[in-house]
């Protein structure tokens, strides 16, 4: 069980601060619930305590293993074979996880393709989107501002 000002990675949403937890009443069924600040996009939102774990919900990534996932960022192939429909798929998939590799995976890749050609807007929306996300466990992990964590992440994406 997490703990008030505990730092945590939501799928999807990115990374957030438990503000509180607290016991809500909703459909006549009674239910603890933490609730999170997404910092990066200026939300609060309660998660039920027992949906944390289906939900993917993790501790954020330790320093040592965003560092890698930092280094590794141009690491490994990006398989071209599939169409765009099919790696639009599966990268929502790989996104879902809430696996900071595999988040990585998807931005390394999209970030090679539009070196090559236009990106879709919904390709285009999920750059940007896995970006903010990674951007956001990032500022958590480092400590630092935003948008020092933009910073940083576009110099290890535009680094060859």
Do not use: W
Request: hydrophobic share 35%; charged share 30%.
């Amino acid at each position: 069980m997490f703990q008030i000002g505990d730092k945590i990675f939501y799928p999807m949403q990115g990374g957030c601060v438990i503000d509180g937890i607290e016991e809500k009443e909703v459909l006549g069924e009674t239910r603890l619930y933490y609730t999170v600040n997404i910092l990066h996009r200026n939300m609060h939102v309660s998660i039920p305590t027992d949906k944390i774990e289906r939900l993917g919900v993790r501790r954020v990534v330790s320093q040592e293993q965003l560092d890698n996932v930092l280094a590794t960022l141009h690491n490994g192939e990006t398989d071209t074979s599939c169409k765009d429909n099919q790696r639009y798929r599966r990268d929502v998939s790989k996104l879902k996880t809430g696996d900071i590799y595999e988040a990585a995976e998807v931005i390394r890749d999209l970030v090679r393709i539009s070196n090559r050609k236009k990106l879709g807007t919904n390709e285009k929306n999920m750059l940007d989107n896995a970006r903010q996300i990674l951007i956001s466990e990032v500022v958590l992990v480092k400590d630092m501002a935003l948008e020092q964590a933009a910073d940083l992440v576009d110099d290890v994406l535009n680094a060859k």
